[in-house]
């Protein structure tokens, strides 16, 4: 595993730069799925717009004016937040004891460095607003095509795609949030793929209707874009190891940290009585002796410790079926050996890969889906489509996968189960309902 960037550098090149462990893998991975969808979305609203289902809006700008005082200071206080913390990120990394995550997430930073970066910020906005600036300031009409507004729609998403999926992983992870609340909304992990996408569709819906973008072709567009995001960001969950893995798979064990092996009968029972302490209540006793506490995935009873028995095939490798995520982001499991400082843990006994399944899976769903965008003719289809492809991908993986559960009916479905099954019911009946609008909009 590669919690952050240091450890990537470290283990392909053999560098130990400690200001890159401020760069988490998982971040980095989000970013690109922002990239990508981007990209993607711009693709399929210029073919749209070309087929003209989508159209431009004429809005009036003002061109020619200086740069006022409001564009100079947000410029010099967006400068001067990156600088303080960045340049003093770097500073405080030249001390190898540093914790870069919680500098970070501190007050401190470097004035200094905050101030160069806030002038050098002001004067690129002073130079580039005086570079257009007329005797007289002229008012114009543009049109606006909604592929030029897909960086909006971005930032849109990124900012309630954010603050939705800590929504909805604190509400599921309850008690795990009211122990320590700061530790979790800042936490590098701990993010609900469902809850970002809610947060961020009201969000963009609302913008678009402002915009007036013809709703139905935006979301249709919109699907393979989050289809392939998706896929991406589950590569930072695998690559991060940060948590959103699944059962424990009993026909393996390990039989040393980091270490999995096909497990005898009987042995994975043995094991989980060994490691009782950390199955019933989430701690280990390091080499040290000394007790620490790693999980909160504890259960009343061994036998109650979830997991399935599954050999994979020989051809391919063991940690595709049985993975101990070793140096994951959460610090969970047993000390490695030979390893220090931060993230130098590995379960106890291996889990199912489930980020790994679910790049393959909604990268295979991404390229049906974008195969698929110019045979389904009917506006609102196609997003219909996918909300039925996303909530069977991610039914199906919660089979394997461990999660809060709730008692509904004597029925313990976990949140992500819920909205499944709600996306899987509004795909349908979206599906029928469009196909059927659209065959009686036809025959006019």
């Known amino acids: 595993m590669y919690p952050n960037l240091y450890y990537v550098l470290n283990d392909w090149f053999g560098w130990k730069i400690n200001l890159f462990k401020i760069f988490f893998t998982f971040g980095i991975f989000v970013a690109i799925s922002f990239i990508v969808a981007a990209y993607v979305l711009t693709l399929e609203l210029k073919r749209k717009e070309k087929k003209g289902q989508l159209t431009f809006r ?83 009409v543009v049109r606006i095509w909604p592929h030029d507004r897909v960086g909006d729609i971005v930032i849109l998403a990124l900012i309630f795609g954010i603050i939705g999926a800590k929504l909805f992983d604190n509400l599921e992870n309850w008690d795990r949030f009211i122990k320590d609340p700061i530790a979790n909304l800042i936490a590098p992990s701990g993010l609900t793929f469902y809850g970002g996408l809610i947060c961020a569709a009201i969000a963009i819906l609302v913008y678009a209707r402002k915009k007036k973008i013809g709703l139905l072709h935006l979301c249709d567009a919109a699907a393979p874009a989050l289809m392939i995001a998706y896929a991406i960001g589950r590569m930072g969950c695998q690559v991060a190891g940060d948590g959103d893995w699944g059962v424990y798979n009993s026909a393996y064990i390990s039989n040393e940290p980091g270490k999995v092996v096909k497990s005898a009968p009987g042995q994975f029972e043995q094991k989980l009585v060994a490691d009782s302490l950390y199955f019933l209540h989430g701690h280990v006793i390091d080499p040290n002796g000394e007790k620490t506490f790693v999980s909160d995935r504890d259960a009343q009873t061994l036998d109650k410790v979830p997991h399935k028995s599954f050999v994979g095939p020989s051809f391919l490798p063991t940690w595709f079926f049985a993975y101990t995520y070793p140096h994951n982001v959460n610090e969970d499991g047993v000390l490695l050996p030979n390893c220090e400082g931060k993230f130098c843990r590995a379960l106890p006994q291996p889990v199912f890969p489930t980020p790994l399944y679910e790049i393959i899976g909604c990268g295979i769903l991404f390229f049906i889906l974008w195969l698929s965008r110019r045979k389904i003719k009917a506006p609102g289809a196609m997003f219909s489509f996918y909300l039925i492809l996303t909530g069977l991908e991610r039914f199906l993986i919660e089979t394997i996968r461990v999660n809060t559960t709730y008692s509904i009916f004597g029925i313990h479905p976990t949140q992500a189960e819920l909205i499944s099954v709600l996306l899987i019911i509004i795909g349908i009946a979206g599906t029928l309902y469009f196909n059927r609008r659209y065959k009686a909009a036809s025959s006019i």
């Open 58 to 140: 004429e809005e009036t700008i003002e061109t020619g004016k200086p740069a006022s005082y409001m564009d100079l200071f947000v410029n010099g206080l967006v400068g001067f937040i990156f600088g303080y913390k960045l340049i003093g990120a770097f500073i405080a990394s030249r001390q190898a004891d540093t914790d870069l995550q919680q500098f970070i997430f501190s007050t401190s930073g470097s004035w200094v460095g905050g101030l160069l970066i806030a002038a050098v910020l002001v004067f690129l906005k002073f130079r580039e607003k005086n570079k257009k600036k007329l005797s007289k300031p002229e008012r114009r």
